[in-house]
C-alpha cells in the first residue's frame, strides 16, 4: 500500500528564518504531489504542487523540491511569518488517480 | 471560504443517535470525496462519488452511509456510532478525471458519547 510519511511530526522556526519541511514517499510510480497546509479549525488549503517531470517550483515564498532517486518531497518557506503557524502535509498521486496524504508536520513560528 | 462548505462545524452524538453531516460545493466540480481525520494519522478516504454515482467505499463500516443526490451537495449519515468515530470529517472536491488536487471543506468535528 502507499506510505506517506514526514520526518518530523514538529517543527519550529523563528519569524523571518525559512522553514524546510520533509515528506518520503514510497511509490516509485506516483506522477503528482501536492503540500497543503491546515490551520486551527480549518480544512487543508492547496499551496503547491509539482509533477513528477519536475525537480523543482517555486511560488510566493514557497518552493518545493522533488527528488524521484530517494523519493523525497520537500516544503521550503522563505521568511516564515507567525501566519505560516498550521499543520502541513504532502499528499502523492498514483497512477489510479487517488492521493495518499502523510500524517503532517506541525509548523509553529515563534515571534 | 473555500468555496466548499461544511455543516455542521461541530456534532455531539450519542451512540444511539441518528445524525447527517451536510457538504455543498459551488465551483462547478464533479466529485466529492468523504475523508475522516484522526489525530496523528493520515486522512483516510472513505467515498468518492463522480457525477453523483458512487466509484468508491473504502471498506467504510455500514453506520456511514453516504449520499449524493447531484454534484453540488455530498451528505453523510451516521447512525449506531462507536466513541472510536469521533474525528473530523471532512469533504472535498475535484473535476473528475483531472489530476489536480481537491478542494476541501472547513470539516465537521464529530464528537461520539
Known amino acids: 500500500g502507499e506510505s506517506v510519511g514526514l520526518h518530523l511530526p514538529t517543527l519550529s522556526v523563528q519569524e523571518g528564518d525559512n522553514s524546510i519541511i520533509n515528506c518520503a514517499y514510497s511509490n516509485s510510480a506516483s506522477d503528482y504531489f501536492i503540500w497543503y497546509k491546515q490551520e486551527s479549525g480549518k480544512g487543508p488549503q492547496f499551496i503547491i504542487d509539482?509533477?513528477?517531470?519536475?525537480d523543482k517550483r517555486q511560488g510566493q515564498r514557497v518552493t518545493v523540491l522533488l527528488n524521484k532517486t530517494v523519493k523525497h518531497l520537500s516544503l521550503q518557506i522563505a521568511a516564515t511569518q507567525p501566519g505560516d503557524s498550521a499543520v502541513y502535509f504532502c499528499a502523492e498521486k498514483n497512477t489510479g488517480n487517488q492521493f495518499y496524504f502523510g500524517t503532517g508536520t506541525s509548523l509553529t513560528v515563534i515571534p | 471560504e473555500t468555496g466548499v462548505t461544511q455543516t455542521p462545524r461541530h456534532l455531539v452524538m450519542g451512540m444511539t443517535n441518528k445524525k447527517s453531516l451536510k457538504c455543498e460545493q459551488h465551483?462547478?466540480?464533479?466529485?466529492m470525496y468523504w475523508y475522516k481525520q484522526s489525530a496523528k494519522k493520515p486522512l483516510e478516504l472513505m467515498f468518492v462519488?463522480?457525477?453523483?454515482?458512487?466509484?468508491e467505499n473504502n471498506s467504510v463500516p455500514s453506520r456511514f452511509s453516504p449520499e449524493c443526490p447531484n454534484s453540488s451537495h455530498l451528505f453523510l449519515h451516521l447512525h449506531t456510532l462507536q466513541p472510536e468515530d469521533s474525528a473530523l470529517y471532512l469533504c472535498?472536491?475535484?473535476?473528475?478525471?483531472?489530476?489536480?488536487?481537491?478542494?476541501f471543506g472547513s470539516g465537521t468535528r464529530l464528537t461520539v458519547v
Open positions: 509539482i509533477r513528477s517531470n519536475m
Open positions: 465551483l462547478g466540480h464533479n466529485a
Open positions: 472535498a472536491s475535484s473535476e473528475s478525471g483531472r489530476v489536480y488536487g481537491y478542494t
Open positions: 462519488y463522480n457525477f453523483k454515482e458512487q466509484t
